[in-house]
C-alpha cells in the first residue's frame, strides 16, 4: 500500500492554458474521487468512478473539466482555458467499496494549481 | 439533499482542557458520518466514522464522536487536547440519496494553546 499518489504538485499557469493532474490510487481501490478545496472550505466534489466508469460529475462543474480514468487504475482531470477562479487545491482520493471501511476516503496530498 | 454544518470555524483550546467540535447533517435517510483531520502540508486521512451499531465511536488519538439521530449531530470530542491535535477537521456525510459520495462540512480549524 504506497498510497494515493498526485502530480504535479504544485502548477502555475498563466490564465487559458490547459492544465492536466494525474492521480495514482491504492490499487485495489475500485472508486476514484476528485474534490476541489479552496482556503477555509471543505473539499467540494467534483466527480468520481467506479472502476473505468464515471458515476456522477457535480451540476457546478463547467464543460471546461474533464476526468478520466482509463482500464480503472490512474485518473486524469484536465481543465481547459483555465480561469483564475480555478485556482484551488486538487484533491484525489480513492476508496474500495467491496470489502467493508464503508465509504472511508484516502486521500493523496493535492495538486495546487495557481493562475496568474 | 444532505449536508453538513460545522459550527465555528475556529476552535481554541488549551493543552490539556476538552475539545468539542460540532457538527450537524442534513439527511432524510441513515447516514453514514465521518471525522478527517488535515494536519498542516498533509492529506485527509480518517479520524473516526459511524456506519451502524454503537452510537458512540472511538478513533485515532483519543477521539471519539457520539452519533445523536434526534439532534442530527455527530459532534467530535477528546477529553485532554494536546499541542499535535492543532489542525484543520472536517465532518462528512454520505447517504445511499446522494450516490454515496461524501459530503464534507466547511472544517473547523482548532488551535491548541501551551
Known amino acids: 500500500d504506497t498510497g494515493v499518489s498526485q502530480n504535479p504538485r504544485h502548477k502555475i499557469t498563466k490564465r487559458g492554458q490547459n492544465v492536466t493532474f494525474r492521480c495514482d490510487p491504492i490499487?485495489?481501490?475500485?472508486?476514484l474521487y476528485w474534490y476541489r478545496q479552496t482556503l477555509g472550505q471543505g473539499p467540494e466534489f467534483l466527480t468520481y468512478?467506479?472502476?473505468?466508469?464515471?458515476?456522477?460529475k457535480s451540476r457546478l462543474l463547467s464543460d471546461r473539466f474533464s476526468a478520466e480514468r482509463p482500464k480503472g487504475s490512474f485518473s486524469t482531470l484536465e481543465i481547459q482555458r483555465t480561469e483564475q477562479g480555478d485556482s484551488a487545491m486538487y484533491l484525489c482520493?480513492?476508496?474500495?467499496?467491496?470489502?467493508?471501511?464503508?465509504?472511508?476516503?484516502?486521500f493523496g496530498e493535492g495538486s495546487r494549481l495557481t493562475v496568474l | 439533499a444532505q449536508s453538513v454544518t460545522q459550527l465555528g470555524s475556529h476552535v481554541s483550546v488549551s493543552e490539556g482542557a476538552l475539545v468539542l467540535l460540532r457538527c450537524n447533517y442534513s439527511?432524510?435517510?441513515?447516514?453514514?458520518l465521518f471525522w478527517y483531520v488535515q494536519y498542516p502540508n498533509q492529506g485527509l486521512q480518517l479520524l473516526l466514522k459511524?456506519?451502524?451499531?454503537?452510537?458512540l465511536v472511538k478513533g485515532i488519538n483519543g477521539f471519539e464522536a457520539e452519533f445523536k439521530k434526534s439532534e442530527t449531530s455527530f459532534h467530535l470530542t477528546k477529553p485532554s487536547a494536546h499541542m499535535s491535535d492543532a489542525a484543520e477537521y472536517f465532518c462528512?456525510?454520505?447517504?445511499?440519496?446522494?450516490?454515496?459520495?461524501?459530503?464534507f462540512g466547511a472544517g473547523t480549524r482548532l488551535f491548541v494553546k501551551a
Open positions: 468512478f467506479q472502476n473505468e466508469a464515471q458515476l456522477e
Open positions: 439527511s432524510s435517510v441513515p447516514p453514514y
Open positions: 482520493a480513492s476508496s474500495n467499496w467491496r470489502t467493508g471501511g464503508v465509504g472511508e476516503l484516502f
Open positions: 462528512a456525510v454520505i447517504t445511499d440519496t446522494g450516490g454515496f459520495k461524501t459530503i
Open positions: 490499487s485495489e481501490h475500485n472508486r
Open positions: 459511524y456506519t451502524t451499531g454503537a452510537t
